[in-house]
């Protein structure tokens, strides 16, 4: 008994140091659905961003306190996160997918539903919400999302431009460039829809501008450009751009099973082969928002 009370302590007092080195900190209560340990643990390292944020959970009465530095984030931006990792809380919903991916014991009841098809993070129903706030909030926030990718697509771009010309120095140049247009976006900045696909996308993003910088093997460096090409078409799909981007096709590449890449241009300049053949592909999709 004396051990277990000692331990108590311990966990209080090391809880107590975490939440005294966020500075400018705010503490909230907020409902967040879970049923056990496993889901206390999830719940709070979700919510865990060093000297930024940090939070207790209780199983029982499903409240956490949130703690985090009112100057750098938002008591949204850690629910969000904590809905990302599959638990429905005050102001979100989790994704389906991450619901589904809870270990059994995990799995709440989940008295606010999504519907089985929707897989972006939705925002939990108020009965005071004003529809037409809502709709303007979510406008601005696909608008921000959109200012901060700008310098993703905009290297994106020049990358492709580079491999057009078959030049593998100036690709390794502009693939770090968007290696550090990546890790410059700010996540929690981000509107809900984009939000979650960048999560996802994130990790392959800047996996293959790596690969791409590292070398200046004009060949591999296209290899990596096709699944770059892929997931940057993804996260595309669910950005505000300010002119038409096209989605565009090469069936020759890949060994014959074909690639795809974006471009600005409407007219074909293949990034696999450049002056080789240059105009082999099609557009097969217009991006247009």
């Not at 979700?46 to 029982?60: M, R, Y």
């Not at 990546?182 to 996802?200: P, Q, S």
């Not at 004009?218 to 770059?228: E, K, N, T, V």
């Amino acid at each position: 008994m004396k051990s277990f009370i000692l331990l108590a302590f311990a966990a209080l007092f090391t809880n107590n140091i975490a939440f005294a080195q966020i500075d400018n900190s705010v503490t909230v209560s907020a409902k967040i659905y879970g049923n056990c340990g496993m889901c206390k643990n999830s719940i709070e390292k979700a919510a865990d961003k060093k000297k930024i944020s940090k939070a207790i959970w209780d199983k029982d009465t499903k409240l956490a306190n949130i703690t985090y530095n009112s100057t750098k984030t938002s008591l949204d931006a850690v629910l969000k996160d904590i809905a990302l990792a599959g638990y429905d809380n005050q102001s979100f919903l989790a994704p389906d997918d991450a619901y589904n991916k809870l270990p059994e014991c995990c799995k709440y009841k989940r008295e606010n539903k999504q519907p089985a098809v929707a897989q972006t993070l939705q925002p939990a129903p108020s009965s005071h919400e004003n529809h037409e706030e809502h709709n303007q909030s979510k406008q601005d926030n696909t608008i921000k999302s959109t200012n901060q990718l700008t310098a993703v697509f905009d290297s994106y771009f020049t990358l492709k431009d580079a491999l057009v010309k078959t030049d593998g120095n100036q690709a390794s140049v502009k693939a770090k460039e968007l290696k550090t247009a990546i890790e410059a976006v700010k996540m929690d900045k981000l509107g809900m829809d984009v939000h979650t696909v960048w999560m996802k996308l994130v990790n392959g993003l800047t996996e293959d501008a790596e690969h791409i910088n590292e070398t200046k093997d004009i060949a591999h460096q296209r290899d990596h450009f096709m699944r770059l090409s892929k997931n940057m078409y993804e996260l595309m799909k669910v950005s505000k751009t300010s002119a038409p981007v096209y989605y565009q096709f090469c069936p020759m590449a890949n060994n014959g099973k074909g690639a795809n890449w974006l471009s600005r241009e409407a007219g074909i300049k293949n990034p696999y082969y450049g002056a080789q053949m240059l105009t082999c592909g099609k557009t097969v999709e217009t991006i247009q928002q």
